[in-house]
């Protein structure tokens, strides 16, 4: 056997590349990791990191770089704090890793240009939003284009009615201004009857009129397949962690009106969809047109459903 086959042979037995096992033969060591290099210029969040952004962050961990950036512009105006970004997700990241939860792994699907949307309710669990300083009851209405990642929601008072599916729908089409080909919601009492056998079949007539009247096609997911609605299930976390952001920032929740919470909840969805923008008016262009009119016997023409 030569000594270029031993080499081979003494380096698989040892876990090693050939070149590792010639290099070691001849006696030349692996050069040494080059020590990590020190900060090289100035920390730009140096005036505002310890005063200002930590003490937040040590009250509430949940706190987002996003959140904590638009903080320091409402904070001091002055300043165009943009171009920070990167180093204020950087430094937080940091942070939440020796101080924070593990952060949450998402995982999108794909889908084509218009060619389906998803809706569902949702209930606010971690706060305890209230009016007047009495129990607020209520939940939230989630719809979403599956490509563009473009959302809209609203307060529902009550249930999940069917008055209350067709508003949040109807409000959610005439915001995005167009119609999917497709309409997906989790297994709906307001939408079918929830029996064993054909969807089809087991849709209620009220929904399927509903559908019909903006040219949807509608499909559920399969009893217990819960990630078939994940393209607005697991947003849901997104826009309730976003809304505890805000009322963190706004000190209370408690509120005078309904309208006043609907406001900040707009507020949240207007800010998730603003990276979405670009993507939405492309997607947009393959929506199919809304109807001239709302069937207005299903709904209101505005506001909450009634419980």
Partial sequence: MSLDSRQEVA???????????????????????????????????????????????????????????????????????????????RRVQHWKSLHGPTPEVMFPLAYLPGEISFCDFTKVKRVAITLRGEPFPHLLFHYRLA????????????????????????????ACGGVTRELRTDRLSAASRNRDGSYALDITPRYQALCAHYGLSPSRNNRGVAHE????????????RRLEQKLLLRGSCDFDEPAEYGELLAEVFSALNAPRQRRYEQELEHLMAL??????????????APA
């Fill in 11 to 89: 380096a698989a037995a040892a876990g090693l590349s050939v070149s590792s096992a010639h290099r070691i033969d001849h006696g030349r060591l692996q050069p040494k990791a080059a020590k990590p290099r020190g900060r090289r210029r100035p920390d730009p969040l140096a005036e505002v990191w310890e005063p200002l952004l930590l003490p937040l962050l040590e009250r509430h961990p949940a706190l987002t770089p996003t959140t904590l950036l638009e903080h320091l512009q409402e904070q001091k105006p002055d300043q165009d704090w943009s171009s920070l970004k990167r180093t204020l997700q």
């Fill in 147 to 174: 490509w563009s990642g473009w959302a809209y929601g609203q307060v529902i008072h009550g249930g999940e009615s069917f008055v209350a599916l067709s508003e949040g729908l109807q409000n959610a089409l005439a």
């Fill in 229 to 240: 609605n994940g393209i607005v299930e697991a947003p849901h976390g997104h826009v309730k």
């Fill in 291 to 304: 109807p001239e009119r709302r069937p207005s016997k299903w709904c209101n023409s505005g506001g909450s």
